[in-house]
Structures are given as structure tokens and as C-alpha cells.
């Protein structure tokens, strides 16, 4: 079991920044694929990135050159850099987390692949 608790969600203007986090707990969780995902009203949940264990990682078009993802492995963290944030990036932003299938599955960004979620952090950006 992996447990995961998101933080660092908030308002912000369009252009600005803001840092999401994810604390990760649970045995082996250093094995498992890790992924943002968002949700904002009447949409589908959409993959926005994600990292391999071998730190890989693979983005949604719509972020490329604007979020980066990493992770902290000394604080069992996910990491989310959200940059030059614009109205239609807000939504509620789900880590996620999934182990043992093959990396190339994981790169679609599917949130039918992942096992484990997070309660979500709200992120509004106002033009």
C-alpha cells in the first residue's frame, strides 16, 4: 500500500508559479511510477506528467517547457514546478502512483493505470 497526501495548491494570477507537493508513504514506493493529474468541473481526469523510478519522465502537451516534475527521494516527495500558469491549467491536481507495468504503458499517462491516489490540491490561475 502507498499512501499519498498533495500540498501546495492555491490562487494565482496567469503568468505566476506555484510548487505542488506530494508526500509519498508506503513500503517500496521508491519502485513505483509517479504521476500528476488534473480535473477541472465537467471534465475528465487528464495526465499532466510523470517520472519512473529510473527518472524518466514523460509530459501532456499542454505543460511541455512549463511544469517540470521531479522527485525528492531524501523526503519521499513528488514534486510538481508549475510555471507561466494559465487560466485553463486550473483545475484539482491528483498525485498518483502505480507499480509494475511496463514503462511505456505509464508514459500515456492513462489514470486507469494507477492503483493509488491522492485527496487532490485545488490550483486557480486568474487571467
Partial sequence: QV????????????GGSL???CAASGYGYSRYFMAWFRQAPGKEREGVAG???DGFTTYA????????????????????????LKSEDTAKYY???????????YAYLNA??????????QVTVSS
Avoid at 61 to 84: H, P, W, Y
Avoid at 95 to 105: F, I, T
Avoid at 112 to 121: L, N, R, S
Fill in 3 to 14: 499512501q499519498l497526501v498533495e500540498s501546495g495548491g492555491g490562487s494565482v494570477q496567469a
Fill in 19 to 21: 510548487r505542488l507537493s
Fill in 51 to 53: 517520472i519512473g523510478s
Fill in 61 to 84: 502537451d499542454s505543460v511541455k517547457g512549463r511544469f517540470t516534475i521531479s522527485k525528492d527521494s531524501a523526503e519521499n516527495t513528488l514534486i510538481l514546478q508549475m510555471n507561466s
Fill in 95 to 105: 498525485c498518483a502512483a502505480d507499480c509494475c507495468r511496463l514503462r511505456a504503458r
Fill in 112 to 121: 486507469a493505470d494507477f492503483a493509488y491516489w491522492g485527496q487532490g490540491t
